[in-house]
């Protein structure tokens, strides 16, 4: 049963920094490229970061590279971005989900289940 559970959102001031956590089940988890996601409301979801399972390779849109770091713990099923430097243009909600293929500096999700998401609110 696929299981995702995204949490450590919150509002910032612009400069600020959170770290967002994404909770998968075993299965979803396992062996599995990991990305993270985005959406602002009334625009399309958006690529953020990825991550191999043995953490040797990872892939960040342009837009946070140099600012958000992506992590995991595959002993936890857990998934982490650190996000450093917020800016207005961060504000969203943040998803996780497996990656099925990456195209350059872009990845896309594998599974159309998607889990709650978590706000993160940054003001200027």
């Known amino acids: 049963q696929e299981q995702l559970v995204e949490s450590g959102g919150g509002s910032v001031q612009a400069g600020g920094s959170l770290r967002l956590s994404c909770e998968a089940s075993?299965?979803?988890?396992?062996?599995?490229?990991m990305g993270w996601f985005r959406r602002d409301p009334g625009t399309e979801r958006e690529f953020v970061a990825a991550i191999t399972w043995n953490s040797g390779n990872t892939i960040y849109a342009d837009s946070v590279k140099g600012r958000f770091t992506v992590s995991r713990d595959n002993a936890k099923n857990t998934m982490f971005l650190q996000m450093n430097d917020l800016k207005p243009e961060d504000t969203a909600v943040y998803y996780c989900?497996?990656?099925?293929?990456?195209?350059?500096?872009?990845?896309?999700?594998?599974?159309?289940?998607w889990g709650q998401g978590t706000q993160v609110t940054v003001s200027s």
């Open positions: 989900n497996t990656v099925g293929h990456c195209s350059g500096y872009r990845c896309f999700e594998s599974s159309d289940y």
């Open positions: 075993s299965g979803t988890f396992s062996n599995n490229v």
